[in-house]
């Protein structure tokens, strides 16, 4: 997706921004994909937080930077609650209030949870198509210059385990729909959820994929995010891999060769 008049919307980290020349370009659906506990949320909670303070005006915005009319998060498996709770217990107290008063909720956690429930319990057959078609007439109310969070699509993926033709229709629509929204959509996709052919097309018809992975380095565990699509940015430029952490503060990303001093 090109970066249509040349705006974009910050992650709000840094090195990542630098390299997509200030952000992401408006209209883009990104994919935060890899295995699990490797800072994909902490990115997300990351990105809702420097929004919301351009939103505040706590920073100026650079130039081209388009700032979201407002700043959501539809989630799944885990309540609002829950993600709040988890936003204040891992980041410190500006952090915080400045998330949970900026961020909104399309919290479809019970219904999720009902869903799932009848799925293992095989009484009958949960009615997946009616919630979906819940869910995207929400999105479809609040997508319009907003930035999107689904929390998470590994969680969709889930429900639809017996119908990819299903989860795929849905991944395509959402793209269609990341495009004509001109705001900024972010999924969190785990790694092995699908089977590798279906991962691999959802992958490739993204406008983006940020790859969170954990290694084991000396016995200890080394988090790093590798680029492996963006629109606008050099193909000479991606497969940059950064070394991340998280602080009270943030998400954070040092590119590797700058660690080595290379």
Not at 53 to 65: D, F, I, N, Q, S
Not at 84 to 92: A, I, P, Q, R, W
Not at 95 to 108: C, I, P, Q, T
Not at 226 to 236: E, K
Request: with cysteine.
């Amino acid at each position: 997706m090109p970066k249509e008049g040349g705006l974009v919307i910050p992650t709000g980290v840094k090195s990542i921004d630098l390299l997509a020349g200030g952000g992401i370009g408006v209209g883009s659906l990104i994919l935060l994909y890899g295995p699990p506990q490797a800072y994909k949320s902490e990115f997300l909670a990351t990105t809702a937080f420097v929004n919301a303070a351009l939103k505040e005006g706590h920073l100026t915005p650079p130039p081209r930077v388009k700032i979201p009319k407002e700043i959501w998060y539809a989630t799944f498996s885990k309540s609002a609650e829950e993600i709040l709770s988890s936003v204040k217990s891992t980041f410190n107290k500006r952090f915080f209030e400045l998330f949970k008063r900026n961020v909104k909720f399309l919290d479809y956690s019970k219904e999720y949870s009902s869903l799932i429930g009848a799925m293992w319990e095989k009484k009958k057959a949960p009615d997946t198509r009616k919630f979906l078609l819940q869910v995207v007439n929400s999105l479809k109310k609040i997508g319009p210059d907003s930035q999107i969070f689904i929390y998470t699509l590994t969680d969709v993926a889930r429900l639809l385990q017996d119908k990819p033709m299903e989860f795929l229709s849905f991944m395509e629509g959402l793209r269609v729909a990341s495009h004509s929204w001109k705001g900024m959509v972010c999924g969190i996709l785990r790694k092995g959820a699908l089977p590798p052919a279906m991962e691999e097309d959802i992958l490739s018809s993204s406008d983006g994929t940020l790859y969170f992975d954990i290694e084991k380095v000396g016995g200890t565990e080394r988090h790093t995010l590798t680029v492996l699509a963006l629109a606008g940015v050099s193909t000479s430029a991606l497969g940059q891999v950064f070394e991340v952490s998280v602080g009270a503060d943030g998400f954070h990303a040092e590119a590797v060769k700058s660690i080595l001093g290379i």
